[in-house]
């Protein structure tokens, strides 16, 4: 097979085409090698990668030890910088889409090692359009299910078959589009103008690509989707502030300013009655989160989305019924069993639940309040012989100031006044 350099490889098995990876990645330890060899290195690896990847990098195992090899190798080690502004430039200007999949992952995998690496501005707004265009590509709904949304070797879901099916090219391409959109939202800090790129029609297009995707197995593709939004959510939300304090008028209310700047809520509230899968699985996604720092993360960027959604007029009754009592019981168990390093995690889902009480439909509907006033009041309850955080203990002392809960209270206490008598 010739790869992108015109260099013809006789790859006949696996054990082959390691070797091959390997030889390349070699460098002779006698001369010292030029950046122009280097450089060809790089490049070559790179090419043997993408000519072979769908017959011996079809697992997410396979794709991440060729990534590892490649960061291991002497290339990364002492020229980083080069390396991955040439991977950067060769994602940009190489056509070939089995390249660009090569690149996409080598740049996912650098940045999972160099915490600083997504936060470049000047790296990563170029690659932008190039990665939403793979993004909005059309693929066939009934190919797409025939791997059930895995992009073999870019999620790490357990729903690829691995029965010979070729995952196509453009839905690899699609499902990492979207991790490296996320990975570059969850930690830059976009301006407005930044922001203008992800206009409506591509947030309609995500919203869409939520709903289509439901029913596939692996839930892998569609939580990265709805993962991108909540990260764009919160670019548009800390965008507006900056901006509001610009603005000559600084009458606007925090409600009215989300509301009219925030290009993520506009469209969800324009498509409410299209889109509720993608508030289904917001739930379920916080349902499911684990200790890792990445779902903690995630846990913050989706509460502040329900927290809008809470708080804006026409919002606050987008879920079901049986939805919002699913996420008391999320909210019940993640403020009992959060530990002290967590901290801004238990303010923020304070922070939601004063509004899931008193403006969602469970202001009418009394869903285990005996159980949310016990934890709340064990928040703050030892504050006699431990500290207790001061917001901590304001934001529950809101939550014990909703009508529900000042009703409640003065029940337990005339309860209890009697039990004493």
């Known amino acids: 097979m010739e790869d992108d350099l015109g260099i013809v490889y006789l790859v006949e098995n696996a054990q082959q085409f390691w070797s091959e990876l390997e030889d390349i990645l070699a460098i002779p330890k006698d001369d010292i090698p030029t950046l122009e060899q280097l450089d060809l290195t790089l490049k070559r690896s790179l090419s043997l990668c993408a000519a072979y990847h769908e017959q011996y990098l079809q697992s997410p195992f396979q794709l991440e030890h060729a990534c590892n090899m490649l960061l291991d190798s002497e290339l990364f080690a002492f020229h980083s910088e080069r390396m991955s502004d040439i991977v950067t430039s060769e994602a940009q200007s190489n056509t070939n889409p089995h390249?660009?999949?090569?690149?996409?992952?080598?740049?996912?995998?650098?940045?999972?090692?160099r915490s600083d690496f997504f936060r470049s501005h000047r790296r990563w707004q170029p690659l932008i359009p190039l990665l939403m265009d793979h993004i909005l590509v059309e693929i066939d709904p009934d190919v797409e299910d025939t791997y059930f949304g895995n992009s073999a070797g870019v999620g790490s879901g357990s729903g690829f078959s691995g029965a010979n099916v070729p995952v196509p090219i453009e839905a690899k391409l699609r499902s990492l589009g979207v991790r490296l959109l996320y990975e570059m939202c969850r930690v830059q800090k976009l301006s407005i103008q930044d922001l203008r790129i992800f206009d409506d029609a591509f947030l309609d297009y995500l919203f869409d690509l939520v709903e289509q995707t439901r029913h596939m197995q692996d839930d892998t593709f569609n939580y990265s989707v709805i993962k991108l939004v909540v990260a764009l959510n919160e670019q548009f939300m800390v965008a507006s502030i900056g901006n509001e304090g610009n603005n000559s008028n600084r009458h606007h209310t925090p409600t009215s300013t989300s509301e009219a700047d925030?290009?993520?809520?506009?469209?969800?509230?324009?498509?409410?009655?299209?889109t509720q899968t993608f508030g289904e699985n917001m739930i379920f996604m916080l349902n499911r989160a684990q200790r890792t720092p990445e779902d903690m993360c995630m846990q913050l960027l989706v509460l502040k989305l329900l927290y809008l959604l809470f708080t804006n007029k026409g919002t606050e009754e987008y879920f079901y019924t049986n939805d919002l009592c699913v996420l008391v019981d999320v909210f019940l168990r993640e403020l009992a069993d959060l530990d002290d390093d967590s901290e801004s995690l238990r303010h923020t889902y304070l922070?939601?639940?004063?509004?899931?009480?008193?403006?969602?439909?469970?202001?009418?509907?009394?869903?285990?309040?005996?159980q949310i006033l016990y934890?709340?009041?064990?928040?703050?309850?030892?504050?006699?012989?431990?500290?207790v955080n001061p917001t901590t203990k304001r934001l529950v002392e809101r939550c014990l100031g909703g009508e529900w809960c000042v009703g409640l209270v003065r029940q337990k206490q005339i309860k209890e006044a009697q039990g004493m008598n």
């Open 99 to 113: 390249f660009q999949f090569i690149c996409f992952h080598v740049l996912l995998s650098f940045g999972r090692r």
């Open 262 to 274: 925030n290009r993520v809520l506009r469209v969800l509230m324009r498509r409410l009655g299209s």
């Open 351 to 370: 922070r939601v639940l004063h509004p899931l009480l008193t403006k969602t439909q469970l202001r009418t509907v009394p869903y285990k309040r005996p």
């Open 375 to 387: 934890m709340l009041e064990s928040l703050i309850r030892t504050s006699n012989v431990r500290d």
